[in-house]
């Protein structure tokens, strides 16, 4: 459906003593492309927060590790909006470089009364931008 892809280089505070990209911070990078990718829409997390009292949590991710990225790597992650449920989204997520995936995940996002925490619908505005094209 909806496509980002944003690049990410490696740093050294993301890698493990062996120079290799220790496996929790490919989801620190998914979430920034997530992020990104809702930017690109017109969507500030934030903002939206504050004016629709709506957030979106992770409600599961699972992850598939294929290859590592090391140290001074630049990656490509990008975040690929599958599904646009009532009340919560599928994206497909993926870390590649030159074109090689180093791994790929599913991650469903639940949309959230800021106040109760309780899952609630997304409001059609943001449904709409989400429509949006990259």
Not at 15 to 27: E, F, H, P, Q, S
Not at 43 to 48: A, G, H, S, T, Y
Not at 112 to 124: E, H, N, Q, S, Y
Request: hydrophobic fraction near 40%; include cysteine.
């Amino acid at each position: 459906m909806r496509k980002y892809s944003l690049p990410i280089r490696v740093y050294i505070e993301d890698t493990d003593a062996g120079g290799i990209v220790y496996y929790a911070n490919y989801l620190k990078f998914m979430e920034r492309a997530r992020t990104e990718c809702l930017r690109a829409c017109g969507i500030e997390l934030d903002v939206w927060q504050h004016q629709h009292r709506r957030l979106f949590v992770v409600r599961h991710v699972s992850v598939d590790f294929k290859q590592p990225a090391r140290f001074n790597e630049q990656v490509l992650v990008s975040a690929n909006i599958m599904t646009i449920n009532p009340a919560s989204i599928e994206l497909e997520q993926a870390v590649t470089r030159d074109d090689k995936l180093l791994c790929n995940a599913k991650v469903g996002l639940a949309c959230v009364d800021a106040d109760t925490l309780r899952p609630t619908r997304i409001p059609v505005t943001i449904k709409e931008a989400l429509a949006c094209e990259h």
